[in-house]
């Protein structure tokens, strides 16, 4: 066993707060795996709310373990050391059930290959008795799990509280037949989706649906549980190492009551939920024993109806606040003089569309007067360092659509340059764009993405007009992630092998080659409104709607 993976471990063990105590015994041991590495796992609170579900339930002992980092990787492939959990430094393969959870469909390349550093068979169909149950849960696997289902014994299409409960109680329960007789269990539970039971098929390039497996009852059909209720959740371990470590994290609310028609957090949470502000004030006063700065959480925080009076809170106790990207026509004052109050020199705004036109197409809601208003109020409350959110390659979008996005900024930059020059001090726009990625279970989901160059040739129409622009920033995500991420968000079961290649180190396009998949086909084609999806197992919302929704929105593009 390597002194350096342990002596890590250890550093990192030793710099964490567990504001919570578990017991260490268990007759079921579990391991709770991110497939990030720890700094980005541990800022996750869903990944540290699993965490107190599974190690607050009697009977089971429960470790993590994270993607290693990139020292300790090497490590492992040179030294032949098996992954180790964190907590106790043992190999992956010596516990009963191995749980992922994972948030970002990017994260589905890190699985095999944590497999493979756990010595332990990367296919379900390869695993016997002797081997750990693989389960997994996460927002990626909402949204599709099928290009990593193969992988995977059984997968949570729900909130963690609703479905983990019911999932432990069943593992902690003997069960006769084997291996196969817990799966037949698991597949009773509400909102646990057993991948072998349900087999793939194909014509030609195109999915056609799935059939039950041989030998198989027929299962509870793999719906999404969400609770109308549930304890919000918050920091539980506090550690330096992480992206918020000088947060106490506090979640808000669940959902987006928007539904941006490209977004899928307005569609696969159910309602938007909020948490009463008498609950979390006295979570807020823990957090701020522990940290100065509290973080509020959420996919729409400044559609909280309380966020004022929550922010005025913190400020008030003597703390700073944090809250993610803000929605234009929501700038509530109380919020917005909190950050200021708690430093706050940059604000995040996403306009998302370029033009009032795509605006419409999108549901965004937003018009060019409100966007410019928002720019007004922050520039009144002299904080000149804007950040603006933008996606090119929406359904619809053309070349002028681009020349009004220029101008919006443009106008954006007019008016912090002018504030800037009264107080004698620089402000800066960074301007972010990334590329349209087709989400399922939105109404975009059969809209491919634009061809590479095509979305190549606008990032250089915006480079050759905004990188001139004095006091603005551009950044681009970059297109070929975009086309990764993509590729994951569409894919289906014939993406297995295609991810084993990439693990051995292939890259895309030899892997692609090697497993002969045609990734633009799946990037790029717009799906067939009838078509059989291979995602829709999964059922995560009405199709119907999202389908009108979708004709919707290119009636206006095709105006």
């Avoid at 979640?251 to 309602?271: L, Q």
């Avoid at 109050?341 to 705004?349: E, V, W």
């Avoid at 002018?418 to 402000?427: C, V, Y």
């Avoid at 990334?434 to 399922?440: D, L, V």
Wanted: charged fraction near 25%.
């Amino acid at each position: 066993m390597s002194y350096d993976i342990r002596n890590g471990h250890r550093t990192l063990l030793q710099a964490e707060t567990h504001l919570r105590r578990y017991r260490r015994g268990g007759d079921l041991v579990v391991c709770l795996v991110s497939a990030s590495r720890y700094r980005t796992a541990m800022s996750s609170l869903g990944f540290q709310a699993v965490y107190g579900m599974l190690a607050g339930t009697d009977g089971i002992r429960c470790e993590r373990a994270f993607f290693p980092e990139r020292d300790a990787e090497e490590e492992y492939r040179r030294s032949g050391t098996p992954l180790l959990s964190l907590e106790t430094s043992t190999p992956l393969a010596d516990f009963d059930v191995i749980a992922f959870s994972t948030s970002f469909e990017p994260d589905y390349l890190n699985i095999p290959l944590m497999l493979r550093y756990g010595r332990i068979p990367l296919f379900a169909a390869e695993r016997n008795r002797s081997h750990p149950l693989i389960i997994a849960g996460g927002a990626a696997f909402f949204i599709n799990p099928e290009p990593v289902a193969d992988f995977i014994d059984a997968i949570c299409i729900g909130e963690g509280e609703a479905v983990v409960p019911a999932m432990l109680e069943t593992l902690l329960s003997p069960v006769d037949n084997g291996r196969w007789g817990l799966l037949e269990a698991l597949s009773k539970i509400p909102g646990l989706y057993i991948p072998a039971f349900y087999i793939p098929e194909y014509t030609g390039e195109n999915f056609t649906g799935h059939r039950i497996a041989e030998g198989a009852s027929l299962p509870t059909a793999p719906v999404p549980v969400c609770l109308e209720r549930y304890e919000p959740a918050a920091s539980r371990i506090l550690t330096e190492h992480t992206e918020f470590g000088d947060m106490f994290l506090i979640e808000v609310s669940r959902g987006c009551p928007r539904g941006c028609r490209f977004c899928s957090s307005g569609f696969i949470y159910g309602a938007f939920r909020q948490q009463p502000v008498e609950q979390l004030i006295p979570l807020i006063d823990e957090g701020l024993t522990h940290r100065n700065k509290i973080g509020l959480v959420g996919a729409a925080v400044s559609d909280y109806t309380g966020i004022g009076k929550l922010c005025s809170h913190i400020v008030g106790r003597g703390g700073k606040v944090s809250v993610s990207s803000l929605r234009i026509d929501r700038l509530d004052g109380e919020m917005l003089a909190a950050l200021i109050a708690s430093g706050h020199k940059t604000i995040a705004i996403a306009p998302e569309g370029g033009s009032q036109r795509m605006r419409t197409i999108i549901r965004k809601n937003l018009t060019e007067v409100q966007i410019l208003d928002a720019c007004e109020r922050l520039i009144a409350h002299d904080i000149l360092n804007i950040r603006l959110y933008f996606i090119i390659g929406l359904p619809g979008e053309n070349d002028s659509d681009l020349e009004e996005m220029v101008l919006l900024i443009e106008k954006i930059r007019d008016r912090v340059i002018e504030r800037a020059r009264s107080n004698k001090r620089l402000g800066e726009i960074t301007v972010s764009v990334n590329p349209f990625i087709p989400k399922p279970f939105t109404p975009f989901q059969w809209c491919g993405m634009e061809p590479m160059h095509r979305l190549e040739g606008k990032v250089k129409i915006l480079e050759s007009r905004v990188r001139r622009l004095s006091n603005v920033k551009l950044k681009i995500e970059s297109l070929r992630e975009s086309y990764l991420q993509a590729l994951l968000s569409r894919g289906d079961r014939r993406l297995a092998p295609l991810l084993v290649a990439m693990a051995d180190g292939a890259n895309l396009k030899k892997a692609a080659k090697q497993c002969g998949v045609d990734t633009d086909y799946l990037v790029q084609r717009e799906i067939g409104r009838e078509e059989p999806l291979p995602w829709g197992l999964i059922g995560t919302t009405d199709c119907g709607a999202l389908r009108r929704e979708y004709e919707r929105a290119m009636a206006i593009a095709e105006e």
